[in-house]
């Protein structure tokens, strides 16, 4: 985002410096703008000042450097120095699943709004990037406007996020489409100087209600979560009539009406986003009284859960039919590579449900482990892929880290009791594992049978029917 042009540029608040807000605020800083992040967690605001991302994100260390250097950033616990600083507020709080429902806890939210309106003594635009049920938008700006000294000069616009974990500074700096949820041409243009830089190069721009601009990201996150889905829902066909969901996907993914990206099979999808916002949109459409539209929703969380379930069957089924006392290399633990993240990962789903069927299992992920922990304390953890599957009975491969994807597997054979592997992701090369004695299983593929080499390390195990 080098050479800029010249514009009139608005002073930027980042409320909130989670995933989202740190790397909105850390982005919108290398664009040139003058922001404020702010979070009442006091730790997390003294990690980024010293140039610290509190998170594994590839790049964002580097830029934050770079913002910081430049003097354009700086972060803060005040909530009343961002009300007088900002020109443009965008808050990027979390909005996680509420206890024991489907519907999204917006409790950090409405507090960020109503804390802001009651400070703000200027006009200015209070704009909100979380993922929100429809209608939330409205709500606030009644809020706000009933809150604030300035009435319904305070004005609210929606700008939805679409951030890839493991792709955030690529996705903020060279986004493919903006999305605002405007209802002035006041709050239009000032979200156009708020995002002149990206504007300016050419990025495709939606200017919307707010309504639409709310449920254009849910509608994304449901669609995609429905293709993963789909096809982990053709592996259980396959898996009952001895066909292979990855030949299946191939020829599928040739259709151009239907296309390759997100059409692959394996333990599914986990996250911060996609599992919550399908059951909130769910329990939103029933509140609105049109569940029926979106009850398809339903199935798809289950078919996700069911493919966690069905893995363990796997482990299960190479060790022998029973997982006691049986040692398991769980290599991953975040939801996908390239993240620490491990809110409702399939990976660490499946380490605790091997662990609870009595398998001794070691947990390796290269940026995870630490959060991993924190979760769940009596699994074991090492340091490396090395440690992780020596001695082990079955290597189950759940989060598709590069350096799981090119290890060499006959390197891995001379470590392992056992060689047998459980592709949970589609990740490894079958027939290399298959060519070096691995007994090889995947979700949604026949089983392969192992070689003369890997019968004759554990010959008094039975083997899976095919």
Request: include cysteine; charged fraction near 20%.
């Amino acid at each position: 985002m080098n050479n800029l042009p010249p514009f009139s540029a608005p002073k930027i608040t980042v409320v909130g410096t989670g995933y989202l807000g740190a790397t909105h605020a850390i982005c919108m800083a290398v664009m040139g703008f003058d922001v404020l992040g702010f979070d009442i967690d006091r730790r997390k605001i003294q990690q980024l000042s010293a140039g610290e991302v509190p998170f594994y994100e590839p790049g964002l260390p580097e830029k934050l450097d770079e913002a910081l250097a430049s003097g354009r950033l700086r972060f803060t616990t005040d909530l009343d120095e961002v009300a007088q600083f900002g020109d443009v507020h965008f808050i990027c709080v979390g909005t996680p699943q509420a206890p024991n429902s489907s519907a999204a806890n917006l409790t950090f939210v409405d507090e960020a709004f109503a804390g802001l309106a009651a400070r703000i003594t200027r006009k200015s635009l209070l704009v909100g990037k979380s993922t929100v049920p429809i209608g939330t938008a409205g709500r606030l700006a009644g809020m706000v406007a009933d809150i604030s000294p300035l009435g319904p000069e305070l004005e609210v616009a929606w700008n939805p996020e679409f951030l890839r974990e493991g792709f955030a500074v690529q996705d903020t700096l060279h986004p493919d489409r903006l999305v605002f949820g405007v209802a002035s041409e006041w709050s239009e243009a000032m979200l156009r100087l708020a995002f002149e830089p990206l504007l300016a190069a050419g990025t495709p721009l939606i200017v919307a209600d707010m309504p639409t601009a709310e449920l254009v990201k849910v509608a994304a996150n449901s669609f995609l979560a429905t293709k993963i889905s789909f096809i982990n829902a053709m592996a259980e066909v396959c898996e009952a009539t001895s066909a292979d969901v990855s030949m299946l996907a191939q020829a599928l993914s040739l259709d151009d009406r239907i296309g390759g990206r997100f059409l692959k099979p394996g333990l599914g999808f986990g996250g911060g986003c996609l599992p919550k916002d399908i059951r909130a949109f769910k329990y939103r459409a029933e509140q609105l009284g049109v569940g029926q539209a979106v009850s398809f929703l339903g199935e798809v969380d289950s078919i996700n859960n069911r493919r966690r379930v069905r893995t363990v069957d796997l482990v299960r089924e190479l060790a022998g039919g029973d997982l006691a006392g049986v040692r398991v290399a769980a290599l991953g633990a975040a939801f996908k590579p390239n993240s620490d993240d491990v809110r409702d990962a399939p990976a660490l789903d499946v380490a605790r449900m091997l662990y609870l069927e009595g398998a001794v299992v070691t947990v390796y992920d290269p940026e995870a482990n630490a959060n991993a922990h924190r979760i769940y304390p009596d699994l074991n953890y090492v340091d490396s892929l090395e440690a992780a599957v020596a001695g082990a009975d079955v290597v189950a491969l759940l989060t598709e880290w590069d350096e799981f994807r090119s290890a060499d597997p006959d390197d891995l054979g001379t470590l392992v009791r056992h060689r047998r592997v459980v592709d949970g992701r589609h990740a490894l090369d079958s027939k290399r594992y298959l060519a070096c004695g691995w007994e090889y299983r995947a979700l949604g593929r026949p089983y392969q049978a192992a070689p003369a080499r890997a019968a004759a390390v554990a010959p008094d195990l039975p083997r899976p029917a095919a």
